[in-house]
């Protein structure tokens, strides 16, 4: 299988309709929409994963103001008719080596407690637990804050 990691930093029509449906599945209404897809393309960093000639997962990216060396993942997925298949673990990993040669130092990430297959898929690249945080996205929406150091 032909995978292969890409930036996109504008998006045809046919890409903003097909990512935002993509969003709209997995997230529903936390999915990042038409409106707010090209500007993490042009001012944050957008990146999506190919299987051959398909896109099957897609990772969005806003970085700290406060230190530039820090970023923050909004958004990691992979299509479901994809998933289960290492392609999480590979776009991860994918990702991870790219912001290093980057010089980022620190990625983090917030997760649903309930959701073991991506907290597994993190804790697996080496990212830990740095807090828990009751109410991050309103009542009800706790998530762990989680972080990755990729100083050497
Ligand atoms: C989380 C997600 C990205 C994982 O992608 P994937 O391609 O299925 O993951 P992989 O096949 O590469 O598996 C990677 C690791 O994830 C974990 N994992 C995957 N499926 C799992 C499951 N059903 N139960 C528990 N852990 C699981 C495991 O740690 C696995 O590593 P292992 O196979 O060595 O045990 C994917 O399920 C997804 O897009 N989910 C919906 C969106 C989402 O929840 N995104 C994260 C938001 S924070």
Redesign the pocket.
């Known amino acids: 299988m032909a995978f292969r990691i890409k930036q996109l930093k504008r998006l045809n029509k046919k890409q903003l309709l097909f990512l935002e449906k993509k969003e709209e599945e997995?997230?529903h209404s936390a999915g990042i929409n038409r409106y707010l897809l090209p500007v993490f393309a042009k001012y944050g960093k957008l990146f999506v994963i190919y299987k051959d000639n398909n896109i099957v997962?897609m990772a969005e990216f806003m970085s700290d103001w406060g230190d530039i060396k820090k970023v923050y993942?909004v958004?990691?997925?992979?299509?479901?008719e994809?998933?289960?298949?290492?392609?999480?673990?590979?776009?991860?990993s994918g990702l991870i080596e790219r912001l290093k040669k980057e010089n980022i130092e620190k990625i983090e990430?917030?997760?649903?407690l309930a959701?073991?297959?991506?907290?597994?898929?993190?804790?697996?690249a080496g990212f830990v637990k740095k807090e828990f945080s009751k109410d991050e996205y309103g009542p009800g929406n706790d998530r762990y804050i989680m972080e990755l150091s990729l100083k050497e």
């Open positions: 997995i997230f997962g993942l958004g990691f997925s992979v299509f479901s994809y998933q289960r298949h290492g392609v999480g673990k590979r776009f991860l990430l917030t997760v649903d959701n073991k297959k991506a907290f597994n898929l993190y804790l697996n």
